[in-house]
């Protein structure tokens, strides 16, 4: 009985094997589109906005740069600062002098790109930014930690106040050594008046433990590593936009729905004309930084 089992299951499997086809999926070429990558604060330092192409879906080389464009940001004053390609290279610049800066809390701010005779905008605002009052970590060897990590390490955490008054949302980004830490989509760090989502009786309160601590992505830090959290204030609509980007990063494996473009901020002035991509965003920003040392750390909670 054990030797029919076997061959009836060595059968099957030829069968299976032989009946494997190679299926090539064929995709409509989708018109190329600008995408626009714009974002300015309220610090006096250069500010970029990005321009590339829209490419096919299964194309995975570089996305072409937009160059050629006109490329301004006025604020609710009047006053336009005009980005620059000085590189041709898609990358739109504009630069302070002395201490300078675009972004204000409570500003309000138009993106004007002309492009192949098309005229895009785009509209958002600078919201408030808590301070981050401080960075503590202690030293642990947890059980689970991500593969490029030391197996022992600093645990580390920031700690910030939420204002009170819902619809306060934020973008936090950690840099370790002077290089950014949460370089992946999948690792996009937000929140929602200190909380996960809205409505989460969070308001006016410290930031919750997950997202105090998300700033290490199951890994551990050594000692002497620096380390520099920031805290960008967004917009509500801001916030939906990063959330669907990092969702669709994540969209993969056995139970992935199909493929979408996430939402878009930039509005072609021309109805029946081109669409285009992307976001544009501006923040308040506070930040805040440390070097681990042993002596300094605190007991494990």
């Known amino acids: ?92 610049t504009w630069k302070p002098v002395a201490r300078e800066a675009i972004g204000r809390v409570g500003g309000s701010y138009k993106l004007t790109v002309m492009y192949n005779n098309e005229t895009y905008e785009a509209q958002t605002q600078v919201k408030r930014v808590p301070p981050i009052d401080s960075i503590t970590y202690y030293y642990d060897k947890p059980t689970f930690v991500a593969e490029d990590s030391p197996k022992e390490g600093y645990v580390a955490e920031f700690y910030s106040t939420d204002f009170k008054g819902s ?23 937000i929140s929602y008046d200190g909380g996960f989502s809205k409505g989460g009786s969070t308001d006016g309160l410290v930031f919750i433990l997950p997202i105090r601590r998300s700033i290490n992505l199951n890994k551990l830090f050594s000692e002497n590593d620096s380390l520099r959290v920031e805290l960008f204030s967004i917009t509500p609509a801001t916030h939906e936009f990063i959330n669907a980007v990092r969702s669709e990063a994540g969209n993969q494996g056995l139970f992935a729905t199909a493929p979408a473009n996430v939402p878009t901020n930039i509005s072609n002035k021309r109805a029946d004309g081109p669409r285009a991509m992307g976001w544009f965003g501006a923040s308040a920003v506070s930040r805040r930084s440390t ?11």
């Open 1 to 92: 009985m054990k030797r029919y089992s076997f061959f009836l299951l060595l059968l099957l499997s030829i069968s299976l094997m032989s009946c494997e086809d190679v299926i090539n999926l064929k995709t409509e070429t989708a018109p190329t589109r600008l995408v626009i990558d714009g974002w300015v604060t309220d610090q006096s330092a250069p500010q970029y906005i990005k321009l590339t192409l829209s490419q096919n879906y299964f194309d995975n080389s570089r996305a072409l740069p937009a160059t050629g464009a006109t490329v301004t940001v006025t604020d609710d004053q009047g006053k336009v600062y005009t980005f620059l390609d000085e590189a041709r290279n898609g990358t739109y």
């Open 167 to 189: 619809d306060d949302c934020y973008w936090i980004k950690a840099y370790k050594n002077g290089t950014r830490y949460d370089r992946k989509a999948t690792d996009l760090n």
């Open 291 to 301: 070097v681990f040392k042993r002596e300094n750390a605190i007991p494990k909670p």
